[in-house]
């Protein structure tokens, strides 16, 4: 039995748009890093962009289970130093939200070129709107990464 290996011209790209309002970060960056990979494809290969287009709305609106939200820190390093600048997700929450959705979902994606191609493919919004309505993209619903709220 042969390996299949699919050609550029067959692979089909679809477009998925997100409504992350009331959803939990976590949950919802690995499925959106498993479409953007490929890997919900029968045809996926690990070495290929097989991935789909993903739109992700209201990024603002995200939830952190437990306290998270406060305990856990987002570092950075400006490589000089004493250069480490931490933020906890609160703050970059509010400063800016689709950029700390986005480097979440690519965090999941692989770290070389392949990885960074995949990331084009992802577009973050923090309100409602986005300017894709030409590519009529599909709903895509994460049932697992819906946060109950307990009474």
Same mark, same amino acid.
Request: glycine share 8%.
């Given at each position: 039995?042969?390996?299949?290996?699919?050609?550029?011209?067959?692979?089909?790209?679809?477009?998925?748009?997100?409504?992350? =309002?009331?959803?939990?970060?976590?949950?919802?960056a /690995?499925?959106?890093?498993r *479409?953007?990979?490929?890997?919900? &494809?029968?045809?996926?290969?690990?070495?290929?962009?097989?991935?789909?287009?993903?739109?992700?709305?209201?990024?603002?609106?995200?939830?952190?289970?437990?306290?998270k939200?406060?305990?856990?820190?987002?570092?950075?390093?400006?490589?000089?130093?004493?250069?480490?600048?931490?933020?906890?997700?609160? =703050?970059?929450?509010?400063?800016?939200?689709?950029? /700390?959705?986005?480097?979440? *979902?690519?965090?999941?994606?692989? &770290?070389?070129?392949?990885?960074n191609?995949?990331?084009?493919?992802?577009?973050?919004?923090?309100?409602?709107?986005?300017?894709?309505?030409?590519?009529?993209?599909?709903?895509?619903?994460?049932?697992?990464?819906?946060?109950?709220?307990?009474?």
């Amino acid at each position: 039995m042969k390996t299949f290996t699919p050609k550029k011209a067959e692979i089909e790209r679809d477009w998925f748009v997100v409504d992350a =309002d009331g959803l939990t970060l976590g949950r919802m960056a /690995t499925e959106i890093a498993r *479409i953007l990979r490929g890997k919900h &494809k029968p045809t996926f290969a690990p070495h290929m962009d097989m991935g789909d287009h993903v739109i992700v709305i209201n990024a603002s609106k995200i939830v952190l289970t437990s306290d998270k939200a406060d305990r856990k820190f987002i570092h950075t390093h400006s490589g000089y130093p004493g250069g480490l600048t931490s933020r906890s997700y609160t =703050d970059s929450m509010e400063r800016k939200p689709a950029d /700390t959705v986005r480097k979440s *979902i690519t965090g999941m994606l692989p &770290k070389n070129r392949l990885g960074n191609q995949m990331a084009t493919k992802l577009k973050v919004y923090a309100g409602a709107e986005h300017p894709h309505q030409a590519q009529s993209p599909k709903v895509l619903d994460i049932p697992g990464a819906r946060r109950e709220v307990k009474a």
